[in-house]
């Protein structure tokens, strides 16, 4: 082991690394809101196909962020990435009212998965910079997430084009994981 490599590990302690998996329908927004967070440039984002990764610095925590893609044909692969998730990210396009049904099934189908069992729960309400945007406390409402008791849980509205709202649920995350950590 080199002198680099024992300097990161005392940079950044192996306890200190977070896997968070980034969940939604097709065009959420959760690329976007992944490019923000790595602080990279959005003018140019196209539907993910597979996946992507980024690592990003918060609160002491370096947060791997998952981004899975959400067209229905890869939705059935997402349970390939469940293992060893600290914190479920899930975005849900506000704006897109016709959608819920489906997005308030695909999020309760992964709440009763093993392997997600008791992980805490974000959910952002992204594109609340849009007229037709449902708050984040309808949301709450119409998806039932009152039913939620297996869990932490939090609904954050947010915007990851203008990031307005993003911070928020990145520090709920973080001191989501500092109490899970103790």
């Known amino acids: 082991m080199g002198l680099l490599s024992m300097m990161r590990r005392m940079k950044h302690p192996k306890d200190q690394e977070v896997r968070l998996l980034l969940l939604g329908l097709d065009n959420a927004g959760k690329t976007t809101l992944l ?78 998965e093993d392997m997600l069992a008791g992980v805490p729960l974000l959910i952002f309400a992204n594109k609340q910079d849009l007229l037709p945007a449902a708050s984040a406390s309808e949301l709450a409402e119409s998806l039932n997430l009152h039913t939620i008791r297996d869990r932490m849980w939090q609904i954050q509205a947010c915007s990851s084009f203008t990031v307005e709202g993003v911070q928020d649920g990145m520090n709920w995350v973080c001191q989501n994981i500092k109490v899970r950590k103790k």
Request: aromatic share 12%; glycine share 6%.
């Open 35 to 112: 490019k923000q967070l790595a602080a990279e440039d959005i003018s140019h984002i196209s539907p993910t196909q597979g996946f992507h990764i980024k690592s990003v610095q918060s609160s002491g925590f370096k947060l791997n962020v998952w981004d899975i893609g959400g067209q229905r044909k890869i939705r059935p692969y997402w349970k390939y990435y469940f293992e060893n998730t600290d914190v479920l990210i899930y975005v849900i396009d506000s704006a897109d009212r016709r959608r819920l049904e489906e997005t308030r099934q695909e999020l309760f189908e992964l709440l009763e």
